[in-house]
């Protein structure tokens, strides 16, 4: 059985900063795709990140938190992360790991919530201004 499980959501004050992990059992996503989503109340879940497995330089990112999140992977580990600094009131939702079992995805292709077949339970991410 695939499970992603996320940790370190929590509540933060504007300008601070969140690890997010999610770890990952039952297969190895090390030559997928993986990202992370988010979702507030009400509204679609929007794509976050993405990195292929093809290595960091092609990661993919929503213009909103470009420079300020970074999404990486330790493969031995099979845990995949988001770094996100200088965090906004409007970074507030529940955020989301997701693993696909395709190697690659380009741009826009990559934000596509049909793409990812494993989902995590989310992890609440609360930013006070």
């Known amino acids: 059985q695939v499970q992603l499980v996320e940790s370190g959501g929590g509540l933060v004050q504007t300008g601070g900063s969140l690890r997010l992990s999610c770890a990952a059992s039952?297969?190895?996503?090390?030559?997928?795709?993986m990202a992370w989503f988010r979702q507030v109340p009400e509204k679609e879940r929007e794509f976050v990140a993405a990195?292929?497995?093809?290595?960091?330089?092609?990661?993919v990112y929503q213009n909103a938190v470009k420079g300020r999140f970074t999404i990486s992977r330790d493969n031995y580990e099979n845990t995949l992360y988001l770094q996100m600094n200088s965090l906004k009131p409007e970074d507030t939702a529940v955020y989301y790991c997701?693993?696909?079992?395709?190697?690659?995805?380009?741009?826009?292709?990559?934000?596509?919530?049909?793409?990812?077949?494993?989902w995590g339970q989310g992890t609440q991410v609360t930013v006070s201004s």
């Open positions: 997701a693993g696909s079992v395709i190697d690659d995805c380009s741009g826009y292709g990559c934000y596509r919530t049909s793409l990812y077949e494993y």
């Open positions: 990195v292929r497995w093809i290595g960091d330089t092609t990661n």
């Open positions: 039952g297969r190895s996503f090390s030559r997928n795709v």
